[in-house]
Each structure stands twice: as structure tokens, then as C-alpha cells.
């Protein structure tokens, strides 16, 4: 194990780093310090050249509850700089993170799910936007997010009402891309981790970054901030290796 904080954990493994939120007691509760503990993994996945994805999980059956609402009165929403809630919901990261999600993912910690790439759930865990009934609005990308993940009036229900969204009901909404057994969330995550690291890491990066910088727009705009992204690609290396990789029926050996 690499780095040991009371309130996080960090694990590389071979190009993947494991970052756990560490606060079972409250359903890894977002305080200052977690959310400062996060913000410092995030930054090290984004300069590390060793890492190519990251995962993200918590510690004692949950996922996470959101905010620590014991510390709101005293330390505020816990965003990081204009990175957002733990340094994620606003960052823009380049490279891939995913969800591995047990138990409950509410409030904020539904909030970082939404933020994350992809998401492995157990058949166990459920989702929640609880926060009107808290006097809340969920900020820090649940209403924004949300609508485009799933039916309008669905995602509606669950901001205007609090319900609860089971994990395998997501699923068939196509909100969770692996529903697993209970206990087997990480497994299929870093099982995830693994087919996305198996590819050109620079393919995998602008990839995400067209995906990202083109959202909303129209067609014809889209293209425009895609291709200078995007066509820098088709003379890599990578790109060669890939072809002559398909026409060599091997598997490409990329460098790292």
C-alpha cells in the first residue's frame, strides 16, 4: 500500500491507482480533510506517467453519503480551488476514473459517481439526490448531469423527490455499466480498468477530451473542436503500431 491517510487510502497497481475513501463511521461523509486527501490523489493520477485510470471506492460497505453535514455549518461545501466538490465534480480530469460502488452513493457521493467515466455497482447499492430534503440543491453536478444520463422524467423524480434509485434499476438504464454481486464491485471496476489500459493511453486521452469538449454542441461545432484534437492522432506511432497490430493479427505493442 502506498499512501495510508486516516480519512483515505491510495493503491497503485500496475498503471491503476486505488483511491478509497477511508470514513466508514459516517458512509465516507465528505469533510475538509477527505475532500483535500482526494483532491491530492486526483492530481497525482492526472501527473503520474506511470498511471493511465483511476478507481475510486469506499471503505465499509458505502460508497458514499455526500457531504459531512456535522461540518457544514463550520467548514462549508467541501470543494477543492474551482476543481469542486473533493476535487473531481468540476476538474475535467484527462484521464479515466471509475466508480466502484457499494451500498449507498448519495447526495454528493452520487455526485461523484456522476463524475466518474463508468461505473460498477453491486446489485445491493442504491443511488440518491437527496438534498431537497435537506434545503439543498444538489450543485455539484446532479442536476446537471443527471437529465442526460437518464429518462428526464425519471432523473426529475429523483431530484424533486428524494427517491432512491436501486443499483439494478440504474443498470437497465444504462447508468451502471457492470451490476455485480454485493462485495464484487471493485473486482469488476479494476476488471475495467484493465480493458481500458490494454489500448493507446494517448487514444484513450483524446478520446475522453473530444468527448468532453464537444457535449451540447451542435454538429458542425463539434467537429471543428474535435479535429485538432483528434487528427494529430492518425499520424502516432500508436496509430502505425495499431494497423500493423490488425493486420499482423497480434495483439499492438504499445509504448508506455
Not at 473531481?88 to 459517481?113: W, Y
Not at 463524475?115 to 445491493?124: G, N, S, V, Y
Not at 457535449?215 to 499520424?235: H, I, K
Request: proline letters at 6%; glycine letters at 8%; one cysteine or more.
Amino acid at each position: 500500500m502506498d499512501l495510508q491517510d486516516p480519512v483515505m487510502v491510495t493503491e497503485p497497481r500496475a498503471g491503476v491507482l486505488l483511491i478509497t475513501l477511508n470514513r466508514p463511521h459516517v458512509r465516507n461523509a465528505i469533510d475538509r480533510s477527505l475532500a483535500e486527501a482526494m483532491d491530492a490523489a486526483l492530481t497525482r493520477l492526472e501527473t503520474d506517467p506511470a498511471l493511465a485510470v483511476g478507481i475510486l471506492t469506499g471503505e465499509g460497505g458505502h460508497f458514499c453519503s455526500g457531504m459531512d453535514l456535522k461540518a457544514f455549518p463550520a467548514e462549508g461545501v467541501p470543494v477543492v480551488a474551482d476543481r469542486g466538490l473533493a476535487g473531481l465534480t468540476r476538474s475535467g480530469l484527462r484521464k479515466p476514473l471509475i466508480a466502484a460502488v457499494e451500498g449507498a452513493a448519495v447526495a454528493g457521493g452520487f455526485e461523484l459517481a456522476l463524475a466518474c467515466d463508468l461505473i460498477a455497482a453491486a446489485d445491493t447499492a442504491f443511488f440518491a439526490l437527496p438534498e431537497v430534503a435537506r434545503g439543498l440543491v444538489a450543485a455539484e453536478g446532479g442536476a446537471i448531469r443527471l437529465p442526460g444520463r437518464l429518462p428526464y422524467h425519471v432523473a426529475m423524480e429523483l431530484l424533486l423527490t428524494a427517491a432512491p434509485l436501486p443499483a439494478p434499476e440504474a443498470a437497465r438504464y444504462g447508468l451502471v455499466n457492470r451490476l455485480t454481486r454485493e462485495g464484487e464491485a471493485l473486482d469488476a471496476a479494476l476488471a475495467l480498468a484493465d480493458r481500458v489500459q490494454a489500448h493507446s493511453r494517448d487514444a484513450v486521452l483524446v478520446t475522453k477530451q473530444v468527448v468532453q469538449d464537444t457535449r451540447g454542441l451542435d454538429d458542425l461545432t463539434a467537429y471543428a473542436v474535435q479535429d485538432p484534437l483528434s487528427s494529430p492522432v492518425f499520424t502516432t506511432d500508436a496509430a502505425t503500431e495499431g494497423a500493423h497490430a490488425f493486420t499482423e493479427k497480434r495483439s499492438p505493442a504499445w509504448q508506455r
